[in-house]
């Protein structure tokens, strides 16, 4: 089944230099059975947030720009991957969590990308990034409670037919999808603005699926299904005026799929 994450045209006008990697990883069991490859990511993550990095923090700037344009204070809620980048500055280390929310944390970290996982079990309907209208539910949890709020109105928000999934773009995932060691399928989403190219941002991506090949390991619950079930599509968000017809605008979503060389 398709699962391609829709961009409102608010999104594309807003932010012309967005685009990002969907990527769908279903019939595993989260293990590590590399676990050597995933603790040596996480160690040049940490290292790594110590050090400058001229096309991270550029790219972290353009977040921030990003997050200012629709009424969000970045220094108080940052987009995910700088978030992380001041945690391990801080505590010195990234947080453990799960071996494949582990994984994509570093990936972040180490490229300045932010990346969120969700649940497809638990996911209704694909992925839609929009802004929100303010009566939006979120579920979360405050004081050890599960509570839900609303986004603010103008917010930029991803969204399924249930509710929203992720507030203020990459900042906060809800609680109703999110990644757990129970988890079997599941979207994976890199996101990117104008300062990470697409090669930069397709090596990345191919980090993260050499990796997560590493963190889930592949459930054979039907002899004919397919044996390589990690999936990299890297989607283009362009809406600019196409070069070849610069009378024609581009399509809403330019899919460019290209193989991630991860056949069992």
């Known amino acids: 089944m398709s699962f391609t994450p829709l961009v409102a045209p608010e999104i594309k006008a807003r932010y ?45 700037a353009a977040w921030a720009v990003a997050y200012e344009a629709f009424g969000t204070k970045a220094n108080r809620t940052p987009c995910s991957a700088a978030a992380l980048l001041k945690r391990v500055r801080k505590d010195g280390s990234l947080p453990r969590i799960s071996p494949l929310v582990d994984a994509y944390n570093a990936v972040s970290v180490l490229y300045g990308v932010p990346i969120g996982g969700e649940d497809l079990d638990l996911y209704q309907g694909v992925p ?8 939006e539910p979120f579920d979360t949890i405050q004081q050890g409670e599960m509570v839900t709020e609303h986004p603010e109105p103008g917010e930029v928000i991803w969204c399924d ?5 992720c507030r203020r773009w990459n900042w906060r995932q809800g609680r109703r ?32 699926m050499g990796l ?27 809406p600019h005026l196409s070069e070849k017809h610069p009378t024609q605008p581009c399509p809403d979503l330019a899919l460019l799929a290209r193989s991630a060389g991860l056949h069992s």
């Not at 839609?128 to 009566?135: D, F, M, P, S, V």
């Not at 757990?180 to 993260?208: D, F």
């Not at 299904?225 to 989607?235: C, D, G, I, Q």
């Open 16 to 60: 012309p230099d967005f685009h990002l990697i969907s990527n769908v990883v279903r019939n595993a069991e989260i293990d590590v059975p590399d676990a050597q490859a995933l603790n040596d990511t996480i160690a040049a993550a940490e290292q790594a947030a110590l050090r400058d990095d001229a096309q991270r923090d550029a790219h972290l």
């Open 128 to 135: 839609r990034l929009l802004i929100a209208k303010g009566a």
């Open 161 to 165: 037919d249930a509710g929203v999934t």
């Open 177 to 208: 999808t999110m990644v757990t060691v129970h988890t079997r399928a599941m979207w994976l989403v890199l996101e990117a603005l104008g300062p990470m190219s697409a090669k930069q941002m397709t090596a990345t991506g191919e980090h993260l």
């Open 212 to 238: 997560s090949k590493r963190c889930a390991r592949v459930r054979e619950s039907k002899p004919r299904e397919s044996t390589s079930p990690l999936h990299l599509v890297f989607l283009r968000v362009w």
